[in-house]
């Protein structure tokens, strides 16, 4: 969600404290997602057992990361990403410790070079210790780092938030989109009387001269979706009945305001119900959906979602921040874009969910007036997907070649199309599929996935029987929309397909001619219909299809001018 909301804002609940000079991070660090090396595709990422000790007075952490590699082929050597900033204190390889000149981390890629080369089916397990300040966020979650803040009372709040940037800001990974260990364990270490909410399974917590560890277990979490929140939590508890028979535990952390707290917890069952019905299981059912309250705005971290939306409501009656980060559970947590080109899988889905939940929710009116919403807001800058491996800030940064704001409103527009053009029961048996691999998806019969913009395309095909890709071709593949022209001559209305690069586009029309409605079938990228003389017509009636539109384009162009006009008049 790093670019849904408006930057530039102190998002705290309590006054934002200046935090110190962050160490700077190396290009590679800073961008997360750049190709994997070939013995980080060489190994299966079984298992990350991580202890991390979070002292806020010093506004530091000590580490100490046990991971378990299986050899896909014959290795000489182990590459992880960790931050250069965190010093590292040690390295072994199954118990082996190893002499400073067998490793090195010069730009925050940690080459680690084995006692023995492992063969094709081996494991090891390597362990690194480390210490330091690590990097802190200036305006997360659009900045990812460490959030050292203070509750309204004063007491330590830290909070963790690292799409942008990385897993490797506070723990030794492989920072790709396919890095995910099979299997986490953390152990949070905190001064008593302090909390630790983490993902999956909480198990246990042992307390100790002033210190309490909080235990945790996740199965198959995305790289970024691992996070620390760590404050004077208090904890509401309830259970939901899953339309697939299975029982969910739902929890949420909150830092003090309890009768706000309990009225988002209120919102808990029905956005899953919307969700499970709509989409499918909720993916982590046997471990939790869980919240935590945090002094940032959110992100959606496995089954420990990021809120800090201070219990805001929208005009439709619903807190829209959470509801946009319990859909990623499904697009981004279940199904993960193999890629970061690939992100709009993350955020065209899950901005989708919005007003498809105003539907559930209010009808017809409220789905449209979201869509709305979204379409005065795409750019047609850049492409949603360039078809080639792109790093997570390559995507979000315009001035990079990125679609930026487009991943999110752009794609959400583009599935009402698809949705409206192969039909209901194509599209969610599409959906179904991109997610969980099957379209009969059960608690208990899928695992996470990786999934790319190609195997989407392919899917659809498959199901509809049709070759889709030029709907996807000149809808994610170029930036300019289709333009729809019309032109009136004598009694006939000539429609036509202006799309960029002359691309086919045969997407068929509705017209509303007087009071009836005719579809035109465009095969060929034109069409025309009869039309009487004095008769009025209407494109698009029911407003199917994303295409360009001229009096949005006047409208941002205003915008933009009363932007620049409000900015040269501020005495500031």
């Known amino acids: 969600m790093r670019r ?3 930057p530039g804002i102190c998002l705290a609940l ?8 962050a160490p700077r991070l190396t290009d590679y660090t800073a961008n997360s997602g750049s190709e994997r090396a070939p013995e980080q595709r060489a190994v299966v990422f079984e298992h990350a057992d991580l202890t991390i000790r979070v002292d806020p007075a010093s506004r530091s952490i000590q580490g100490d990361a046990s991971l378990t590699f299986l050899a896909r082929s014959a290795l000489s050597r182990i590459v992880l990403d960790l931050d250069r900033n965190l010093p590292i204190d040690s390295v072994a390889v199954d118990g082996t410790i190893l002499a400073p000149h067998d490793y090195s981390n010069p730009d925050g890629r940690l080459f680690v070079r084995l006692p023995k080369p492992l063969a094709a089916g081996d494991r090891t397990t390597m362990r690194v210790v480390y210490h330091g300040m690590p990097h802190v966020a200036v305006r997360a979650p659009w900045d990812g780092g460490f959030i050292w803040s203070r509750t309204p009372d004063g007491q330590p709040w830290v909070g963790t938030a690292v799409e942008g940037e990385g897993c490797d800001l506070f723990w030794p990974c492989i920072d790709h989109p396919m890095g995910k260990p099979l299997l986490v364990d953390e152990h949070i270490t905190v001064p008593a009387p302090l909390v630790a909410a983490g993902n999956g399974i909480a198990m246990g917590m042992d307390e100790a001269n002033g210190w309490r560890t909080y235990h945790w277990r996740s199965k198959n979490p995305s790289t970024y979706g691992i996070a620390l929140n760590v404050a004077p939590y208090h904890v509401l508890s309830a259970n939901y009945a899953s339309r697939y028979g299975n029982t969910i535990p739902l929890r949420f952390w909150y830092v003090s305001d309890e009768k706000r707290a309990r009225a988002l917890f209120a919102e808990f069952p029905t956005m ?5 019905s709509t989409i499918g299981p909720y993916p982590f059912g046997d471990e939790k959906m869980g919240v935590a309250e945090t002094p940032y705005k959110g992100m959606e971290h496995q089954t420990i979602n990021a809120y800090g939306n201070q219990y805001a409501k929208t005009s439709y009656g619903y807190d829209d921040l959470l509801q946009h980060e319990l859909s990623h559970e499904w697009f981004g947590n279940q199904v993960t874009n ?7 899988l993350h955020e065209g889905f899950a901005s989708y ?13 409220a789905y449209f007036a979201s869509l709305m919403g979204m379409r005065s807001l795409i750019q047609d800058k850049y492409p949603v997907v360039s078809g080639q491996p792109k ?3 390559d995507i979000y940064e315009p001035a990079r070649g990125g679609a930026g704001s487009d991943i999110y409103n752009k794609g959400a527009l583009v599935l009402h199309t698809l949705r409206g053009y192969i039909g209901d029961d194509a599209f969610f048996r599409s959906t179904k599929r991109l997610v969980y691999g099957t379209d009969q998806p059960r608690p208990g019969q899928f695992q996470p996935r990786y999934g790319t913009t190609k195997e989407f395309i392919d899917i659809v095909d498959q ?4 070759d889709m890709h030029w709907f996807f071709d000149v809808y994610l593949y170029q930036a300019a929309l289709p333009e729809l022209q019309a032109e009136r001559q004598g009694d006939q209305l000539l429609l036509n397909w202006k799309v960029q690069d002359g691309k086919p586009f045969p997407m068929p029309v509705e017209v509303r001619v ?7 079938p465009m095969s060929d990228g034109h069409g025309r219909i009869p039309i009487p003389a004095l008769a009025t017509y209407t494109l698009d009636p029911r407003s199917k299809i994303l295409r360009r539109d001229v009096g949005i384009e006047e409208y941002q162009q205003y915008r933009e001018a009363q932007r620049k006009l409000k900015k040269e008049r501020s005495p500031n």
């Open 4 to 6: 849904l909301l408006l």
């Open 14 to 21: 309590a006054a934002c404290a200046t935090a110190p000079t």
């Open 272 to 276: 899953l119900d919307f969700l499970e």
């Open 338 to 344: 193999a890629n970061w080109d690939d992100m709009w």
């Open 353 to 365: 969910m919005q007003p498809l939940y105003m539907e559930y929710l209010h009808g017809e009116q």
């Open 391 to 393: 790093r997570e800030e």
């Open 463 to 466: 199901v509809t029987g049709k």
């Open 514 to 520: 007087g009071s009836s409605i005719v579809t035109v």
